[in-house]
Nanobody, 119 residues
């Protein structure tokens, strides 16, 4: 069982910044893909950003150039730096991980952290 513990959400004004953190066992970081998803009311959960065990990143088009995903393997923590926040970024953000070598894929989720962008 993999436990993910998120922190860093909150209320921020448009144009502001927040950094989300997700702590997990450091032993999974070199293999697992770590990601951040978000879900706004009435919407499906969508991928925001992901980083592979080797450090390759990918981003949703709506956040590219504004958000940065990174990780610290030794600390067992993945981060999502969010800059130039917009009202449409408001959502519950979830940390996710899975082992790409395991079939079928089994996803693990954090409890979610609320991000609200509003003036």
């Amino acid at each position: 069982q993999v436990q993910l513990v998120e922190s860093g959400g909150g209320l921020v004004q448009p144009g502001g910044s927040l950094r989300l953190s997700c702590a997990a066992s450091k032993f999974i970081f070199r293999i697992n893909t770590m990601g951040w998803y978000r879900q706004a009311p009435g919407n499906i959960r969508e991928l925001v950003a992901a980083i592979t065990g080797g450090g390759t990143t990918n981003y949703a088009g709506s956040v590219k150039g504004r958000f940065t995903i990174s990780k610290d393997n030794d600390k067992g923590t993945v981060y999502l730096q969010m800059n130039s926040l917009k009202a449409e970024d408001t959502a519950v953000y979830y940390c996710n991980t899975y082992n790409p070598l395991t079939f079928p894929r089994r996803d693990y989720w954090g409890q979610g952290t609320q991000v609200t962008v509003s003036s």
